[in-house]
């Protein structure tokens, strides 16, 4: 499968925006979904994961209740949708795709997407 992350910009602290990941080339709905980031000089992180279906999410503790992730499998398109950032959130996000499990490791995903620049100004 072939990732496309996008939605990325400039925005102040408090702002809000939506990353998408669309995905191409295998049926999308099989994989469960992760989102990373990885700011200048710092290892990649975990921010959320989605199961294949939906029905079940999970965050990294310093974007819980101000990230939402979600997906839609007719569009074969995944969803970050973050409000209240901060300029801690600052990082080039990545979305991945992993068949087996909804990991929160990025050793668990075996695909990636190109990333996508998110900066947040004080």
């Known amino acids: 499968v072939q990732l496309q992350a996008s939605g990325g910009g400039l925005v102040q602290a408090g702002g809000s925006l939506r990353l998408s990941c669309a995905a191409s080339?295998?049926?999308?709905?099989?994989?469960?979904m992760g989102w990373f980031r990885q700011a200048p000089g710092k290892e990649r992180e975990f921010v959320a994961a989605?199961?294949?279906?939906?029905?079940?999410?999970n965050y990294a503790d310093s974007v819980k209740g101000r990230f939402a992730i979600s997906r839609d499998n007719a569009k074969d398109t995944m969803y970050l949708q973050m409000n209240s950032l901060k300029p801690e959130d600052t990082a080039r996000y990545y979305c991945a795709a992993d068949l087996v499990k909804m990991g929160v490791s990025s050793a668990d995903y075996d695909y990636w997407g190109q990333g996508t620049q998110v900066t947040v100004s004080s």
């Open positions: 080339g295998r049926t999308f709905s099989i994989y469960s």
């Open positions: 989605i199961n294949w279906g939906g029905g079940r999410t």
